[in-house]
C-alpha cells in the first residue's frame, strides 16, 4: 500500500506491525497482516501487507443507480458517503434546472475529494469496490440515459405522486433508477422528460425532505421491498 493510503494509516491510525485489516483489491477482501511501515520525510510512504485469507463479502443482486442534483456541498458528500453505505452501484450526478449555478460550476474542482469520499466509504462498509461516479449532466440526459433499469423512480413533492410503496409493492425488479432532485423540486419541463424517460412520480409522504433525508430513506426503501 502507497500513498495516502499508507499515510493515513500509518501517520493517523498509527498501524504497527502485526495488526489485521482488511484490503480490496476491486474484487475481492481479504483479510491482511501489517509486516512493515515505511514512513518518510521525502519519497513515498509505503505498508506492507500479507495476505492471510480472503474475506467472504455478500454483493446484492439489486443494481441501484442513484440520480442526485447538486445540493450544497457538505450536504451532497454526505449523500455520496451515505449512498454508498446503502449499497449504490453508480452514482450520477445532475445539474437540474434548480441546482445553484456556483455549485455547477464548481463540481469538478471537487470531484477527486468525491471519489475519495466513494472509495472510503466503500472500505468503511465492507463493499468489493466503491460506487462508479460519473461527470455532472443535465437532468433530461441522466434520465435519457438510464434506459436499462427495470424500475424508475422520480422522487417527488408533487401531489400527484403516487406512494412509493405502492409503486414498489410486488416488484421484482434486478435494476433500479432513483432520482432526486434539488432544493426546490424539478420543474415541469423535468418532470415530462422524466415520464418520458419512463420515470414514475413516486412521493416518500407529505412531508417535504431535504434532499439527504429523501436519499437515505428512499434508498433504504427500495433495498427493503427489492433487495435479496
Not at 500513498?3 to 504497527?16: C, F, I, P, Q
Not at 450526478?93 to 469520499?117: F, Y
Not at 433499469?149 to 422520480?154: G, H, P, Q, W
Not at 422528460?193 to 434532499?211: D, E, N, V, W
Request: glycine letters at 8%; proline letters at 3%; a neutral charge.
Amino acid at each position: 500500500m502507497r500513498g495516502d493510503a499508507a499515510e493515513h494509516l500509518g501517520r493517523v491510525l498509527r498501524a504497527e506491525p502485526g495488526q489485521m485489516y482488511e484490503l480490496s483489491d476491486g474484487e475481492r477482501v481479504w483479510l491482511a497482516r501489517v509486516e512493515s511501515i515505511g514512513m518518510l520525510k521525502r519519497g513515498e510512504n509505503r505498508v506492507e501487507f500479507s495476505l492471510v485469507e480472503p474475506v467472504v463479502v455478500r454483493e446484492s443482486k439489486l443494481r441501484v443507480d442513484l440520480l442526485i442534483a447538486l445540493v450544497k456541498f457538505d450536504r451532497f458528500e454526505w449523500c455520496l458517503e451515505k449512498a454508498t453505505e446503502l449499497g449504490v452501484a453508480n452514482i450520477v450526478p445532475m445539474a437540474a434546472a434548480r441546482s445553484d449555478k456556483a455549485l455547477v460550476a464548481a463540481a469538478e474542482k471537487r470531484r477527486e475529494r468525491w471519489e475519495k469520499i466513494l472509495v472510503e466509504s466503500a472500505q468503511q462498509s465492507r463493499r468489493v469496490s466503491a460506487p462508479k461516479f460519473g461527470a455532472v449532466i443535465a437532468t433530461e440526459k441522466a434520465f435519457a440515459a438510464s434506459g436499462e433499469a427495470e424500475c424508475k423512480i422520480l422522487l417527488s413533492e408533487r401531489s400527484e405522486a403516487e406512494p412509493l410503496r405502492n409503486v414498489l409493492r410486488g416488484k421484482t425488479s434486478n435494476s433500479v433508477a432513483l432520482a432526486i432532485g434539488p432544493e426546490g423540486g424539478w420543474t415541469d419541463g423535468e418532470v415530462a422528460a422524466a415520464g418520458a424517460a419512463g420515470f414514475a412520480g413516486t412521493s416518500l409522504g407529505h412531508l417535504i425532505l431535504r434532499t439527504e433525508t429523501a436519499v437515505v430513506a428512499g434508498l433504504a426503501s427500495v433495498s427493503f421491498a427489492l433487495g435479496s
